[in-house]
C-alpha cells in the first residue's frame, strides 16, 4: 500500500521560515502535490514535484528525494493568513492508472 | 470560470435515507474525484474518472456507496441507505490532461457537509 507522513502540527512566528517534512513509501511514484487547506474550506494546489530538486514559487518552495521517499515544503516571511492545513499527495501508478493519495496534513499555526 | 460546483453545500439527514450529491467539473477537464474528508481518516479518494469512464473505485466504502458520470460536465455521488459513519465533508475535484508543468493538479470543489443523523 501507499504510506505518507508528515507531522500533525506546527507552530511558528510570523516572520519566520517554517519546513513541513513528508515522507512516503509508494510503489510507482510519479509526482508529489503539496495543497494548502485553511479551516472549512477546499484544498488549494500550492506545488509539485516529480524530478528531484527545488522548485520555487514565490514565499514558498518544494523540494523532492525521490531515493529517500522525501519532500519538504518551504514558507518563508510567513504571514498571519499562512495559518492553515498543509496536504502532501503522492500521486502513483497501479492498476493500470494514475491515482493520488493524500497524508493526513499538518496544521500551521502561525502566531504573532 | 466557476470552478468546480458542488451541491448542496450541506446536508442534514437521518440514517437510512437516500442521499446525492452533485458535482460540475471545470469545462475542459477531463478527470473528476470524488473525495471524503473527516478529522479521524483525513482526505480520503472514492472513486475518480477519466473522460466519463470510472477508473479507480477501489476506495468506495462499500456497496451503498454509488457514483455516475452520465456526461463530461456532470457527476452524481449517491449513499443509499446513509448511516451516521458516513458524515463527513465530501470533495469533488476536476483536473485537465495537459502536458508537462502542473498537469494533473486538482481543482477542489467548496465540498458538501454531509450530516446523518
Known amino acids: 500500500g501507499q504510506n505518507i507522513d508528515q507531522p500533525t502540527e506546527m507552530t511558528a512566528t510570523e516572520g519566520a521560515i517554517v519546513q513541513i517534512n513528508c515522507t512516503y513509501q509508494?510503489?510507482?511514484?510519479?509526482?508529489l502535490f503539496w495543497y494548502q487547506q485553511h479551516a472549512g474550506e477546499a484544498p488549494t494546489f500550492l506545488s509539485y514535484?516529480?524530478l528531484d530538486g527545488l522548485e520555487e514559487k514565490g514565499r514558498f518552495s518544494s523540494f523532492l528525494s525521490r531515493s529517500k521517499g522525501y519532500s519538504y515544503l518551504l514558507l518563508k516571511e510567513l504571514q498571519m493568513k499562512d495559518s492553515a492545513s498543509y496536504l502532501c499527495?503522492?500521486?502513483?501508478w497501479g492498476g493500470g492508472s494514475y491515482i493520488p493519495t493524500f497524508g493526513r496534513g499538518t496544521s500551521l499555526i502561525v502566531h504573532p | 470560470d466557476a470552478g468546480v460546483i458542488q451541491s448542496p453545500r450541506h446536508e442534514v439527514t437521518e440514517m437510512g435515507q437516500e442521499v446525492t450529491l452533485r458535482c460540475k467539473p471545470i469545462s475542459g477537464h477531463n478527470s473528476l474525484f470524488w473525495y471524503r474528508q473527516t478529522m479521524m481518516r483525513g482526505l480520503e479518494l472514492l472513486i475518480y474518472f477519466n473522460n466519463n469512464v470510472p477508473i479507480d473505485d477501489s476506495g468506495m466504502p462499500e456497496d451503498r456507496f454509488s457514483a455516475k458520470m452520465p456526461n463530461a460536465s456532470f457527476s452524481t455521488l449517491k449513499i443509499q441507505p446513509s448511516e451516521p459513519r458516513d458524515s463527513a465533508v465530501y470533495f469533488c475535484?476536476?483536473?485537465?490532461?495537459?502536458?508537462?508543468?502542473?498537469?494533473?493538479?486538482?481543482?477542489f470543489g467548496p465540498g458538501t457537509r454531509l450530516t446523518v443523523t
Open positions: 499527495a503522492v500521486r502513483w
Open positions: 514535484n516529480v
Open positions: 509508494t510503489s510507482g511514484f510519479n509526482g
Open positions: 475535484a476536476s483536473s485537465p490532461r495537459s502536458s508537462g508543468g502542473n498537469s494533473y493538479e486538482q481543482y
